[in-house]
């Protein structure tokens, strides 16, 4: 293609003028208003339209020949921007890709060089010059994907043997004296002045050693009186210096048309007039001459090319992928990021948002704290949510919680997991939320009414399973206790990070399990700190007794790593069973001030996020009230085990406490047990009554051996 | 110190000299009234020659999990489907000989446009601007920061002037970056300060212009300072004029 023609060239050696042809120039408001004009204005309409363009004769070299379209294109009469020529062109917007491809791209041609053609004939041209330089746009808009096809065209008509030059191009300063050229920009500068614009396309020149006089092409009959040899000038945007650009083709036609018998040697001003830095300079002009060929047949409509080649130098459309600026879901999608990344640039430089970002989080109840949690996580960018809750959205449910409306409820009432996941794409289509309506077997629940029941439950704790083995964040947000046994177990058999929120009337808490070691390495006897674990404020209220050695609760609580941390049952010396049985409705459900579960779901998030900051992630030391004052761990401070929290005093402490060796759920005996064992030993978990669990684990000794100390620690401060 | 802020009157005026001095130059400079108020902004566009740096940039904002998208989107555009449209316009073997060989190097020609808003939040001009490629698709901020030499890259990165960020144009409404205003008053302050000890007039949005241009390719030129006559450069309002 390119290179065929070069060689062409230079085998005809230096004879024939070769053009630069216009690239074709697109500003991005150019393609918002053809998307505004398909939607509100043309529809189906596939009538062609006039639009305007514009090209510049000022550019630094190496810079392409351009024809641009901007935002204003659509509004033909609007004006054209300082020192630009306009260009007016024909815009067929197709309504399918395939009468995209299947248009007549040789009939458009033809129609366009004929109207370019009429006008030569008429005289027309003479009047109104721009009417050589015009253009066709073809388009098609994919607004669905927001992808844009688009062909330009340039028609140019042609001479069948080429134009012969007589003297080669030179810049214009080693023509022109620096008088002449001084001459030369005041009379154009009088001639735009005259004519009340600021770029005159195609001008008249005479000249003399001292003097320059331009005029309008319409003043041809009166301005040369001896046409041996004419000069015109043409507005020129190509900044090469052996070649004009496009606009001039056309004019040399219509010269060859109109007085080519009379005409001996033509002489083209390529003018070329560009600001750098202040200064203004037109030196860098191109002066050539050619002689003009004779038009065969002056009555026929010659020959035409013009329709751009693609990037890759062949002869094809253009398409371009304005998704990511367009589409209003990557739009969200962007926007949601840099206001994240916001948090980044002025004051936590040092947050790791892909961690946050890229984290997969499962929750584990879609009622008011996993609502609440499930937000804040969208506004921490997370993309990757997962819903799991069996039971549907009731009456009561929408005013606590915040994924669900009153139409929710109605016909029965949809499934809290599925209706969570539709809420989030509507807030966020950018969201990859999946919801499990599924139940979650617990201890005391008992399973094996039947052979169905039993496998249902295999089935549930086999999805149980793939779904924290799939996460890094496992959420329990559930309203009992014992339904978060089951993924207790599990997630630190994966170890998986775990977030637990649970909430009474007007205190919470939110705390991450210990994470234990990964099982390669030798595991550590939980027995070695085997103290019970206790908390170190006096908010628990269960403070197992047992010999608690008489070490002052900050020395011995305080720096606890992460893989030594207790779960939400280490605190207990009863294991779970049915809490909903002999219950009475206040108790059997979640009743607790309104705001609480915001905050403890928000607690929850930021929680989950301090400790993806830590170098150490779930390993970290505990944070501790203590800690308060020193040095933050993250950038974005504190990384406590727990966080208690009380309504009534509206405060909060950071206790930590360590692993329990007796606990019904993460003890080393439990874990060794669900590994071996797995579901056998699961389903005699939640067929028996709590002693299964308290004898496996010890608690019923530890019962037995405390009995007598209860009534001593009964006196002290702590009230049980 | 009400020395270093900017009250609207005076950016106006300050845009309404260096709109006259533009015009002087030939630097491309217009005030684009906003319809139907009494705001407008500076516009300027630019075309850049900018020889696209292929490797991942990891600005200030970068996270690595638009890097797949981001690498997607700048590939070339002309899909599959695009090249299997082929033209019966022109006979392929009937080569147009009047067209000059094309003469493409490697780099990528953009599209800046550059506008100069006030913002009243900060009280200092804020610059406003984005760039596309000649097909019209808008850069990203990543893709941004590839045009920005390497060299200089780094030092930018961790300057007060690295703030660019994406943010609706306040008065169009369409996603532009800014080179964010919170530290202007910062490195404003020492020039203004400096001029007005010697009593020597500044233009605020002239001066600014200068120190924040560049960092995203648009340049002032030293004409502006030399050529004209000092006397057009005033511009701060005598009544904020305080003791510093």
């Known amino acids: 293609m390119a290179s065929d023609t070069s060689g062409a060239a230079s085998s005809a050696a230096d004879l024939k003028l070769q053009f630069a042809p216009f690239s074709s120039a697109l500003e991005a408001g150019f393609w918002h208003q053809l998307t505004q004009k398909k939607l509100d204005d043309y529809r189906l309409d596939e009538s062609p339209k006039c639009i305007k363009g514009y090209y510049y004769n000022g550019d630094p070299v190496g810079l392409p020949t351009r024809l641009t379209l901007e935002f204003s294109a659509f509004d033909v009469d609007g004006p054209t921007p300082a020192r630009c020529c306009p260009a007016i062109g024909t815009l067929y917007n197709t309504n399918t890709l395939d009468a995209f491809k299947t248009a007549d791209k040789k009939a458009l041609l033809e129609k366009e060089a004929k109207e370019i053609w009429d006008a030569i004939q008429s005289g027309a041209a003479l009047k109104d010059p721009s009417i050589l330089c015009r253009f066709i746009l073809l388009t098609f808009a994919d607004l669905k994907k927001y992808h844009f096809y688009y062909w330009f065209c340039f028609p140019a008509l042609c001479f069948p043997e080429g134009i012969k030059i007589v003297q080669q191009p030179s810049v214009l300063e080693q023509v022109f004296s620096a008088k002449q050229i001084a001459a030369l920009q005041e009379a154009y500068d009088g001639l735009c002045l005259r004519r009340e614009t600021s770029a005159v396309p195609y001008f008249l020149m005479k000249y003399t050693d001292d003097t320059v006089q331009l005029a309008p092409l319409g003043d041809w009959d009166t301005f040369f009186t001896d046409t041996k040899k004419v000069t015109v000038g043409v507005y020129d945007p190509c900044t090469l210096s052996q070649h004009p650009g496009w606009p001039l083709r056309n004019l040399l036609v219509f010269l060859a048309n109109r007085w080519g018998s009379k005409l001996d040697t033509v002489e083209v001003l390529c003018f070329r007039d560009r600001t750098l830095q202040g200064s203004r300079s037109i030196q860098h002009s191109v002066v050539f001459q050619v002689k003009l060929p004779d038009l065969p047949d002056n009555s026929v409509c010659p020959k035409s090319v013009g329709w751009e080649k693609n990037p890759k130098g062949a002869m094809g459309p253009r398409m371009v992928n304005l998704s990511e600026c367009m589409d209003p879901k990557r739009l969200a999608e962007s926007s949601v990021d840099l206001n994240l990344k916001l948090m980044r640039w002025r004051l936590v430089p040092t947050l790791d948002l892909d961690k946050v970002v890229n984290t997969k989080c499962l929750l584990l109840g879609a009622g008011t704290l996993g609502c609440n949690v499930a937000r804040t996580l969208m506004g921490w960018g997370v993309r990757h949510i997962t819903f799991v809750d069996n039971a549907k959205i009731s009456y009561s449910n929408p005013v606590r919680q915040p994924l669900y409306e009153f139409e929710d409820c109605l016909g029965g009432g949809k499934s809290k997991a599925m209706a969570a996941v539709d809420r989030l794409t509507k807030i966020f289509p950018g969201v990859n939320s999946e919801g499990y309506n599924m139940s979650i077997p617990m201890p005391g629940h008992p399973v094996n009414f039947s052979q169905a029941t039993l496998s249902q439950a295999q089935r549930d704790v086999e999805q149980l399973e793939k779904l924290i083995s799939e996460h890094d964040v496992v959420f329990l947000l559930m309203d009992t206790r014992e339904s978060r046994w089951l993924p207790t177990v599990i997630a630190a058999n994966k170890r998986k990070l775990v977030v637990n929120a649970a909430l009474g009337f007007d205190t919470f808490v939110v705390m991450r399990h210990g994470l234990k070691k990964p099982p390669v390495s030798p595991k550590v006897s939980a027995g070695a700190d085997s103290s019970p674990s206790c908390s170190s404020a006096s908010s628990s209220s269960s403070t197992p007794a047992g010999s608690v050695p008489s070490i002052p609760g900050s020395s011995l609580f305080s720096n606890i790593p992460g893989h030594k941390l207790g779960c939400y049952f280490c605190n207990d010396v009863v294991a779970p069973g049915d809490s909903t049985r002999d219950r009475t409705l206040d108790q059997q459900c979640t009743v607790s001030r309104p705001g609480l579960a915001m905050i403890a779901g928000a607690l929850a998030v930021e929680m989950m996020v301090s400790i993806l900051q830590h170098s150490e992630g779930g390993y970290a030391v505990a944070s501790s009230s203590d800690d308060r004052m020193n040095e933050p761990p993250t950038s974005l401070g504190l990384v406590p085990h727990q966080i208690r929290g009380f309504l009534s005093r509206f405060d909060n402490v950071l206790p930590a406490s360590l692993a329990f060796d007796k606990c019904t759920a993460c003890s080393p005996i439990v874990l060794d047990h669900y590994e071996r064992e797995g579901f056998h030993f699961l389903s005699k978990v939640f067929n028996s009554s709590h002693s299964f669990l308290e004898d496996l684990t010890g608690l019923t000794l530890l019962h037995q051996e405390t009995q007598a100390a209860e009534i001593w620690d009964m006196s002290d401060d702590e009230s049980i | ?244």
């Not at chain 2, 601007?129 to 030092?155: D, I, K, M, Q, Y």
């Not at chain 2, 302050?189 to 390719?217: C, I």
Request: aromatic fraction near 8%; charge should be negative.
């Open chain 2, 1 to 244: 110190m009400s020395s270093c802020v900017l009250e609207e009157e005076s950016f106006h005026r300050c845009c309404q000299l260096l709109l006259q001095q533009s015009q002087q130059l030939g630097d491309g400079w217009s005030w684009e009234p906003v319809q139907g108020s009494q705001e407008g902004y500076l516009r300027k566009t630019a075309l850049r020659s900018v020889a696209i740096d292929p490797r991942p940039v990891r600005d200030q904002a970068g996270s690595s999990s638009d890097c797949g998208q981001e690498e997607e989107q700048s590939a070339p555009v002309a899909s599959a489907d695009a090249d299997t449209i082929r033209s019966d316009a022109e006979d392929e073997d009937d080569e147009d000989e009047g067209v000059c060989a094309a003469c493409d190097g490697g780099s990528q020609v953009l599209q800046y446009e550059y506008h100069v808003l006030f913002s009243c939040s900060y009280r200092t001009p804020v610059l406003y601007f984005r760039a596309s490629t000649l097909e019209g698709r808008s850069l990203s901020l990543e893709e941004v920061w590839g045009s920005v030499h390497p060299n200089f890259r780094v030092r930018l990165q961790s300057s007060p002037l690295s703030t660019v960020t994406q943010q609706e144009h306040p008065l169009l409404g369409q996603p532009f970056f800014m080179l964010h205003p919170c530290r202007t008053e910062e490195f404003m302050r020492p020039v203004l300060q400096a001029a007005q000890d010697q009593h020597r007039p500044v233009n605020y949005v002239l001066t600014w212009l200068s120190v924040v241009g560049p960092v995203v390719g648009l340049d002032v030129p030293l004409q502006y300072s030399t050529q004209l006559h000092p006397a057009a450069s005033v511009c701060m309002d005598p009544a904020d004029d305080g003791p510093g």
